[in-house]
């Protein structure tokens, strides 16, 4: 079945530091990928995706690349804030069957500190 | 900017209870879905709705849940008996179209379920 592991947290920096949060997936056919990301007290917000190899999503700093290689989406920030608190969620939509469902990882608590 | 809202945030009932979730979707979207996320695991999908009927749900859904649009504006989440595995923090969200269409998934902020 369709599946995403994303690295376990939490997860604790120091702002300005490098910041990596790995997402792995397992779909059958050529799944779209995304980023969310929820603050607190507010729903999941969509940071980024991609819907082909090779694709890098960007936004706000963070950035993501597609690779089917690896079957990996790891997220990315050069210089994180401490605005970046929030946990972050890898999600896929599989491209069979017209489905409609987003499958969500885990979740990686981001907390930065200044 | 508009937005999905979701009553109440935190609900606690009693084993057996039946407990109705409520959410107002963004007013143009047309596709209705509910996730939940038990403490400590993954958000899992629920349900979708579309053009008033189900369209697509996981093996979660049993016959304890059920969805409806009553009036146009919300979209509720019922549990007919809740049990203890049932306390999750619920999460609707809705699409102006569905995902195949490459559209966005708006999220609400989550309705928090407590089972006692």
């Known amino acids: 079945g369709n599946s995403v592991t994303q690295m376990e947290g939490p997860v604790t920096l120091s702002e300005e530091a490098f910041l990596t949060i790995n997402c792995t997936y397992t779909?059958?056919?050529?799944?779209?990928l995304f980023w969310y990301v929820q603050y607190p007290g507010e729903g999941l917000q969509l940071l980024l995706k991609?819907?082909?190899?090779?694709d890098k999503g960007s936004n706000k700093g963070f950035e993501a690349t597609y690779r089917k290689e690896t079957t990996s989406f790891h997220l990315e920030k050069g210089s994180v804030q401490v605005s970046d608190s929030a946990v972050y969620f890898c999600?896929?939509?599989?491209?069979?069957?017209?489905?409609?469902?987003?499958?969500f990882g885990k979740g990686t608590k981001l907390t930065v500190n200044p | 900017e508009p937005e999905v809202t979701q009553t109440p945030s935190h609900q606690v009932t009693q084993m057996g209870q039946e407990v109705i979730l409520r959410c107002v979707p963004i007013?143009?979207?047309?596709?209705f879905y509910w996730y939940r996320q038990i403490l400590g695991q993954k958000v899992e999908f629920l349900v979708s709705?579309?053009?008033?009927?189900?369209?697509?749900k996981s093996e979660i859904f049993d016959d304890q849940f059920s969805v409806e649009r009553p009036d146009g504006s919300n979209f509720t989440l019922k549990i007919r008996s809740t049990k203890l595995e049932d306390s999750a923090m619920y999460f609707c969200?809705?699409?102006?179209?569905?995902?195949?269409?490459?559209?966005?998934?708006?999220f609400g902020p989550g309705t928090r379920l407590t089972v006692l």
């Open positions: 999600a896929l939509r599989t491209s069979q069957g017209g489905s409609e469902k987003l499958v």
């Open positions: 007013s143009n979207h047309l596709y």
């Open positions: 991609a819907t082909k190899a090779d």
């Open positions: 779909a059958t056919g050529y799944p779209s």
């Open positions: 969200a809705s699409t102006e179209m569905g995902l195949s269409f490459g559209h966005e998934q708006f």
């Open positions: 709705f579309y053009n008033n009927e189900i369209s697509e």
